[in-house]
């Protein structure tokens, strides 16, 4: 049984260009939610899909968005990019909405340089 | 709004004794609660989560966690530390007035146990 996987595993990338992360959540699991973790800090929340649509977000700007396929699988999309985006990206996937634990991915490091 | 916060940057302990990593807590109705561990290059692991019912919350691993509402606070706790529970520690929240709320994670807590 896979646990979360996520891909790739390191990235880097330009000012201004556009970077797709990609997550699968752990197979049964239908919620998956993403977290930008900066270096020496907790993970911040970005956002989270459910039955395919964005149902809560951070305090993260439009330049971050996402997408859930039909198969739970999510993806993160980031335009623009920041020399201050560069952070392990982190994806969890949860059975619903509600408190059951979330169970993380190894993360995306993305380099922006 | 809701807050966590993770008062202590690194905690070290000799191995076989006790440890605690501090966590305390801000949310609008009743906290819900998660302890998770991050080893270097990897994601977060869950250790043990508070929903309701008895204070005492037993994890993974060893590790219990006791939520005291009059400090709310969150401890995270072992009875006697190992060297391979080594790693950053995260106290995470989400408060239940509201469906909307999210979770929301303390700095963390470097745990560093000497042989």
């Known amino acids: 049984d896979a646990g979360v996987t996520q891909s790739p595993t390191h990235l880097i990338k330009t000012r201004g260009q556009q970077v797709t992360l990609r997550c699968s959540p752990k197979?049964?699991?239908?919620?998956v939610s993403w977290y930008q973790q900066a270096l020496g800090q907790g993970p911040q929340f970005i956002f989270q899909y459910y039955e395919e649509e964005e149902r809560q977000r951070g305090n993260f700007p439009d330049r971050f968005s996402g997408h859930q396929f039909p198969n739970y699988s999510s993806e993160l999309n980031v335009n623009a990019l920041l020399l201050g985006d560069s952070a392990l990206y982190l994806c969890a996937s949860s059975l619903g909405t509600s408190n059951n634990e979330q169970f993380f991915g190894p993360g995306t490091r993305l380099t922006v340089l | 709004a809701q807050s966590v916060a993770q008062p202590e940057d690194q905690v070290n302990v000799a191995e076989g004794n006790p440890l605690t990593v501090k966590c305390t807590y801000s949310v609008s109705g009743n906290p819900y609660l998660f302890w998770y561990v991050q080893y270097p290059n990897r994601g977060l692991q869950f250790l043990l989560k508070?929903?309701?019912?008895?204070?005492l919350v037993k994890g993974s691993y060893g590790f219990e966690a006791e939520f005291n509402k009059s400090q709310t606070s969150f401890h995270l706790k072992k009875p006697s530390a190992l060297v391979s529970d080594s790693a950053l520690y995260f106290c995470?929240?989400?408060?239940?007035?509201?469906?909307?709320?999210?979770?929301?994670f303390g700095s963390g807590t470097r745990l560093s146990i000497r042989p």
């Open positions: 508070y929903i309701t019912g008895d204070n």
């Open positions: 197979s049964g699991h239908d919620t």
């Open positions: 995470a929240v989400r408060g239940s007035y509201s469906s909307a709320s999210k979770i929301i």
